[in-house]
């Protein structure tokens, strides 16, 4: 089965300023296995050679039809958010490595970490936790209350807890003083966001806690051939990880950040 398929758009809307939803339609919405993979869509009226990478936010299998959600960043992002239902667009994917679910054994607590636009591979990740029994936990941090996104959506699976920097909405701090503030207790944590969120997380816990975390880096090929997104790994030989090929997910201690 070719891994790209120019599936149909079945919704493309702003859910907050600059944040869209994307829900795509095809027979490769079979294809996905894991929460936290993501696709490679091409923005070909925007002329852009290379492709553009986006965590898969949910998947609908009976439909065929998956989710993204997206935050406008620039030229391919800005011309994404002005296609409309009923256009096609070119998807590649599945591709990469998510979230190790049989991670999380019976009767232990998930802890997902959400910062602002690396909040979407986790919601599948607490549907399907949620539905193999686990108690899931979502700790989401955004800027401000206008960046909020998802939170009614994760509470139909988590107990969820908000952040915003300027306090806002929620308490005000980041994620991981609210952790703190709640002195939440878990068995296994799974966190996407900014660096500087994933950093503080790997130094706070990767001694103490098992747990995995999703990188993005910029990517070419996306399917590990041009070796355009590697992360550190240290220790022996090779010294790199592809963030596409080996990732995005990867245990709390496995790269170096
Ligand atoms: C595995 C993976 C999953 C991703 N999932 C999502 C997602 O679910 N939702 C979402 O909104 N975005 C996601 N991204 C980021 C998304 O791919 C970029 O925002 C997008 O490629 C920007 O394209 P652009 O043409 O609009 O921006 P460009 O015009 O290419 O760049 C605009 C600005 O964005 C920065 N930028 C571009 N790509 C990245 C990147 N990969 N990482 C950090 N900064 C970048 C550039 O440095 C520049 O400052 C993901 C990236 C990766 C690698
Ligand atoms: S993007 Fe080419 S190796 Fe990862």
Known sequence: MKLTEDMLVMKNEEIAPGIYELVLKGENVRLMKEAGQFVNIQLEGKGLVLRRPFSICEINLPE???????????????????????????VFGPLGRGFPEPALKEGETALLIGGGIGTPPLYELARRLHGRGNKVITVLGFQDKDGVFYEGE??????VHVATM???????????????HLQLDFDVLY??????????????????????ISLEERMACGIGACYGCVCDK?????????????GPVFALNEVIL
Do not use: H, W
């Not at 900014?194 to 503080?200: T, Y």
């Not at 240290?234 to 080996?246: D, T, W």
């Open 64 to 90: 065929k039809e998956f989710k993204v959600i997206y935050r406008v960043q620039g030229e391919g992002t800005g011309y994404l958010a002005g296609i409309e239902a009923g256009e096609r667009l070119n």
């Open 154 to 159: 994760f509470s139909q699976f988590s107990e």
């Open 166 to 180: 300027d306090g806002s909405y929620g308490y005000k701090g980041n994620v991981l003083e609210l952790i703190g």
């Open 191 to 212: 966190a996407c966001g900014p660096m500087a969120m994933l950093k503080a997380i790997q130094e706070a816990y990767a001694k103490e806690k098992r747990g995995y």
């Open 234 to 246: 240290g220790g022996e030989l090779p010294y790199q990880k592809r963030v596409c090929k080996e």
